[in-house]
């Protein structure tokens, strides 16, 4: 019987974007490619690999293997240093933010795109989600970040309660996202704006502006990492179209938050966090009803895609889902703190990506603000049974 671990293929994708295409890496190499840390010589690495695995290594083996990466943009040295350095300079100079996955996680063609937003994400929204025009205003969103394929039901959730409370004078949308490649500041400000298939949303440029200027660190040292990210090119796409030729501007936030998460300690201890947190609130409280808060932020990652051995069976399942739930509760009553000392408890297990989001758009919000759970769910790969969990809340303002 073959072995099905000999067909797996370890695929290489570059977040940042420098690197267009993927790379396939054949089971047989990855022991090879492991090694590649810019600490050995290929000849060394196929010296250790033949004594570690009790066979030949063929130095060849290496080279090629370190050429394909090489060529493709992989391993660094000079042809990724040119190339980075091109595609970072062009999008610096850029005014716009292009819409990266336009034509990969949703459609490109604004006509398509607005039928599947309306029939497959918007109206699938519960009788009571759409009914919450009762509510008072909206002040804040949290929404799902997977692809808009995959989330379809959760967006509309989402979007469809923020329609429903929106108020007639919002025009001030501050989204925070997940920032999927390292960042070296808490935070990362985009001062560009974000093109849709139904045309840009302008960026604030005076208040993002206003915010790097309260901050100690470089507020756009990681601005770049807007490139690829699709955490807030999401939101983007659904306020577009709620809003269509309605003006509005979005302050484009990447909430990383990395020191505080590998040290699990609460951001609040963070004088620079909380000092770009609050220049953030301060804009959102003078905008008053004019000002949106919205985080794209998924909750669970689990499964063998995450590096778990097993896709994770029904009673593992609704133990996610009560973890999951405990972490949403603490985030719909307001408290951040307990937000994050909950999920930061298992992060290593459960790793939840939506943190940053979720605890920046909490500390942002007015005082008196009420979390409302809209939705959750558990989204389970066909083909090897991982989950991606998100949920969608509103916060409203106080009656």
Known sequence: ?????????????????????????????????????????????ARDLSRELGGEIDVEVVLRAADTLEKALFLEGPAYRAARESVVSAFSASPTRTASHAGGAYFADPGELRAYLESKCLAKATTQTRAASGQPRMVGLVSPHIDPWRGAVGYGHAYSALAAALAPEADTFVVFGTSHAPMRRPFALCRKAFDTPFGPMECDEEAVDRIARATEFDAYADEFNHKREHSIEFQVVFLKHLLGARPARIIPVLAGLGEAQVGKTDPAEDADAMRFLAAVREVVLERGSRAVVVAGADMAHVGPRFGDRAPYDARERARL????????????????????TDVVSDLETRRVCGLGPIYSLIKSLPGGSRGKVLHYEQTIDEQDGSIVSHAALGFYAQA
């Open 1 to 45: 019987m073959p072995d099905p671990v000999q067909g797996r293929v370890l695929v290489l994708r570059d977040t940042e974007g420098i690197a267009e295409a993927s790379v396939g890496i054949p089971s047989p190499l990855i022991p090879v490619v492991a090694r590649f840390r810019g600490e050995q010589t290929c000849e060394q690495i």
């Open 321 to 340: 889902a009560a973890a999951d739930e405990a972490s949403v509760s603490c985030a719909a009553e307001g408290d951040a703190t307990r937000f994050w």
